[in-house]
């Protein structure tokens, strides 16, 4: 377990406005009773307590209070009515992050690797949310907490847990990349000059189809719940897999020899399809040949509505996107093909749909609620968004890690740190599964 050495909440400057409060539109409510998202990145920087506790951790105060005052709904909270009215982000003064100052004496080397790693030894860096809290008349879900841990004379690991239904990737990653510039560059004058800072207006967000009443129609049925805790050990193991800019080309130069008009035939597509085969044939389960599997992630609408939001739209802006196979066809001599076709025909049959991108959305949560307890895979993250390049003013970090694919079986994607044009693949999974896709992951991409 980590030392605790402070915890604390820090609130956005003084000069912050009274209260701002917005209304949970559909692409929040999606996300309401979805389990919170975890993330780390650790920084190879060596330092002692000393300057961690006396030069670091004050300065990392300073400039997230002022980080905050731009990104107020991350410092308040969601407030779910329990007999009337629409769920909403609602910051007031006197609201706060809260921030855990840790040390922890594991081995920084070995929790960074790419290796087969214990799940369970990540946790003492994950952040945790304060509890909901209940009143007459609504429940109030505190929406972020970070943690910032030491390695003493090795590295530090930053900490970030948040409630999915107040933002996206999109949402979250503008907000990190902000408190690390603003931590760098001593102040918010660059955040300002570079026009990131969050848009927020609510009004132009299409909803053609009358889905916010939908959506919180369906969910007002059910009483507002927190995600139950994760029981430990995990008896999982988190390995990190590279595909570099040739593995990738290969497969691609793979379905184009066989399907060369093949619909949307992207880096995303032959990746995941790559993935997604590989579990299949790894997972220790006996499973018919006609059992379905599906594959599902999502995908950024902002700049597909109609009018199109902005990239820097703070909150959630996601189409989900499905494809369907079979135990059998993926385990196959052509699972791989199948599997790429599959996902491609789902992105164009959604993501680039004549009649937008929400077209059959009223359906989306029958569709996925249909899947709960089904051969589901999924993703976590996206190639477009690069940690990589967020710089607290001590260099880029050594390893990013989603720890939430822990407990949602799905896996994460992102831009690779070393190979330019390369993604990094994370998987949780039990050791024996891990071997196995291990192996079969290797040995596909060195036989195409």
């Excluded at 799940?119 to 809290?133: I, K, M, N, R, T």
């Excluded at 093909?337 to 789902?346: H, Q, T």
Aim: glycine share 6%.
């Amino acid at each position: 377990m980590a030392t605790i050495l402070e915890q604390c909440k820090v609130q956005p400057s003084p000069d912050t406005i009274t209260e701002v409060t917005l209304p949970l539109v559909h692409f929040d409510i999606t996300w309401l009773y979805f389990h919170p998202v975890h993330r780390l990145l650790f920084f190879d920087f060596p330092c002692s307590k000393a300057y961690f506790l006396d030069t670091i951790v004050p300065r990392l105060k300073q400039s997230l209070s002022l980080t905050l005052k731009h990104f107020l709904p991350l410092a308040g909270n969601i407030v779910h009515p329990i007999d009337s009215g629409r769920p909403m982000s609602r910051y007031a003064v006197g609201d706060s992050v809260s921030l855990t100052i840790a040390e922890y004496d594991k081995d920084f080397d070995q929790l960074t690797g790419n290796h087969p790693r214990v799940a369970d030894e990540f946790y003492a860096c994950v952040p945790q949310l304060p509890p909901a809290s209940i009143s007459n008349d609504s429940v109030i879900f505190p929406v972020l907490s970070l943690q910032v841990t030491l390695f003493p004379e090795h590295g530090m690991c930053f900490g970030f847990i948040n409630h999915h239904a107040i933002g996206d990737a999109s949402t979250i990653v503008r907000f990190v990349k902000a408190w690390a510039s603003v931590t760098k560059f001593d102040g918010d004058a660059k955040l300002i000059d570079d026009k990131s800072l969050p848009f927020y207006e609510r009004t132009g967000v299409e909803d053609s189809e009358g889905l916010d009443s939908l959506y919180w129609d369906l969910l007002k049925k059910s009483r507002p719940v927190e995600s139950p805790p994760l029981t430990f050990p995990l008896n999982k193991v988190r390995a990190t897999f590279i595909i570099t800019r040739d593995d990738i080309q290969k497969l691609k130069n793979f379905v184009l020899a066989k399907r060369p008009n093949m619909a949307h035939l992207t880096v995303f597509t032959v990746v995941c399809a790559h993935v997604w085969v590989c579990l299949v044939k790894s997972r220790a389960e006996e499973v018919g040949e006609d059992e379905p599997e599906y594959f599902g992630f999502a995908a950024d609408c902002r700049a597909r509505l109609s009018p199109s939001l902005p990239s820097n739209y703070f909150g959630n802006c996601l189409a989900f996107v499905k494809a369907e196979s079979t135990h059998g066809e993926l385990k196959g001599n052509d699972g791989f093909l199948i599997a790429a076709i599959l996902i491609g025909e789902a992105i164009r049959k959604t993501v680039y749909n004549e009649k937008g991108i929400l077209d059959g959305a009223e359906n989306w949560p029958f569709e996925f609620g249909n899947l709960i307890g089904k051969w589901l895979f999924g993703v976590a993250g996206s190639p477009r968004f690069d940690l990589y390049d967020t710089d607290y003013g001590w260099g880029r970090p050594k390893k990013f890690e989603s720890v939430s694919i822990d407990g949602d079986g799905s896996m994460s994607l992102c831009k690779s740190r070393d190979f330019e044009g390369g993604l990094e693949i994370g998987m949780s999974r039990p050791k024996i599964e891990m071997d196995s896709f291990a192996s079969i992951f290797i040995e596909t991409l060195e036989n195409l």
